[in-house]
């Protein structure tokens, strides 16, 4: 049985991905965040930050944790308005899970990188694996940089990190401060029958995933074997493309009236740093990824 520890467990992709592992017979759970539920969880918990060493040694060591799902991040809207915190965070956290791994013979680590890490010289319409990537955001810089270390540990300590390169991950829980925050925003305020003024242009087109499409993906590469994996690490996966303007044409189909307004602010000039959509052939061949969710079977999970 594999005995995991999670970061940021109480975030978007944490909650989701921990009830998955629970549920799966193969693996003890134990979940960590800075703050504490507001119910009772199925698994375990633990309320730390990951920012002390100490407490996360102890607990990899109390628990006999062999692998960590890294999930604590700064986004990139949040980021941009205290980058040396966004800095302090998202890369004292990833060296500190690092030399855990390394200390105490951790098995494997998932940590997830972004297509942040592209920037505007390499906002192609299908950006590819591999590219020269000149990030213009924090949250941006400290996944490339992430990427690059992953590489450098692997070749040193031989440690075994596994990444997928996320877009815009959708789901229904509160937003995070991410620049695709929009799209949950929007569908609660379709649901509520309110009005919503979007934050990016109505043209604004990015590469989206379903968050149980990230769960299934993430699953998969964590439970592929190491040789075939290319040393690719920060692999590329999507769903579809999305622009606020399809969005709001889409539930308006499905019968959700609700007044839009546009008021582009900061977080256009960061979406337009971000490819439009991903070349994602390499996790395809290489671990069989494929995603379940279209926008159309997406939307009806969430309104459900």
């Known amino acids: 049985m594999n005995r995991i520890l999670i970061t940021g467990a109480l975030g978007q992709l944490g909650t989701v991905l921990a009830k998955a592992l629970y549920m799966s017979e193969n693996y003890y759970v134990l979940a960590t965040d800075i703050r504490s539920p507001n119910q009772k969880l199925p698994y375990d918990f633990a309320q730390v930050d990951v920012l002390d060493y100490g407490q996360m040694e102890h607990l990899v060591v109390s628990h006999k944790i062999d692998c960590i799902y890294h999930l604590v991040a700064t986004l990139s809207a949040k980021g941009e308005q205290d980058p040396f915190m966004a800095w302090n965070l998202n890369m004292q956290s990833f060296q500190h899970i690092a030399k855990l791994a390394i200390t105490h013979k951790i098995n494997r680590i998932f940590w997830p990188s972004s297509i942040a890490a592209y920037g505007e010289d390499k906002n192609s319409s299908f950006a590819p694996q591999n590219a020269d990537m000149n990030p213009t955001t924090i949250y941006g810089v400290s996944k490339l940089v992430g990427e690059k270390l992953m590489n450098y540990y692997y070749l040193k300590y031989g440690l075994d990190i596994r990444s997928i390169r996320l877009p815009g991950v959708l789901s229904m829980d509160e937003p995070g401060g991410g620049t695709t925050d929009y799209v949950v925003e929007m569908v609660h305020a379709a649901l509520k029958g309110q009005p919503y003024t979007c934050f990016l242009a109505a043209d604004t087109e990015l590469p989206m995933i379903y968050i149980n499409d ?91």
């Open 214 to 304: 990230v769960v299934s993906a993430v699953m998969q590469l964590m439970s592929a074997p190491h040789v075939p994996l290319h040393r690719a690490f920060a692999y590329n996966v999507m769903g579809f493309s999305l622009t606020p303007q399809v969005l709001a044409d889409a539930l308006h189909k499905k019968g959700y009236p609700f007044a839009l307004n546009y008021a582009p602010d900061y977080r256009q000039k960061i979406a337009a740093s971000w490819p439009r959509t991903l070349d994602d052939s390499l996790a395809r061949s290489a671990w069989g990824w494929a995603p379940k969710y279209d926008l159309a079977s997406c939307l009806s999970d969430m309104l459900d």
